[in-house]
């Protein structure tokens, strides 16, 4: 059995989980936030929390943009929107997905 503490890879598992939970869709932005906000982690953490803010305020800002417009226009147009929200929604999910999936693979 291993002992935990003389782990030499222990902080970079740390570091991957940490820049995996900032990149959880639609979630993900709350410790991001908490990160950014108070300068804690290392480069790498940081550098996936702004850009996990970054996507989601994107996704947030167009989601909602197309959201308020199906709501002013003919049956038509509002169908042809929201199925453009849900692709779009899709699009930011598989993006995040990829990522967290990229962070997992990369070798120590």
Known sequence: MKNRHN???QEQ???KLAQ???LIPVVGWVPALWTVYHHQGS???LSASRFSLKLTFIWAIA???LWLSSLQTSETLTFRLLYFN????SGYI???LGLMFRVWRRKN
Do not use: W
Request: one cysteine or more; charged letters at 25%; aromatic letters at 10%.
């Open 94 to 96: 598989l993006v995040c």
């Open 13 to 15: 598992k740390l570091e």
């Open 20 to 22: 995996i939970t900032r």
């Open 7 to 9: 782990d030499p890879f």
């Open 63 to 65: 989601y909602s943009l």
């Open 86 to 89: 849900g692709l779009l929604t």
């Open 43 to 45: 480069n790498k953490v």
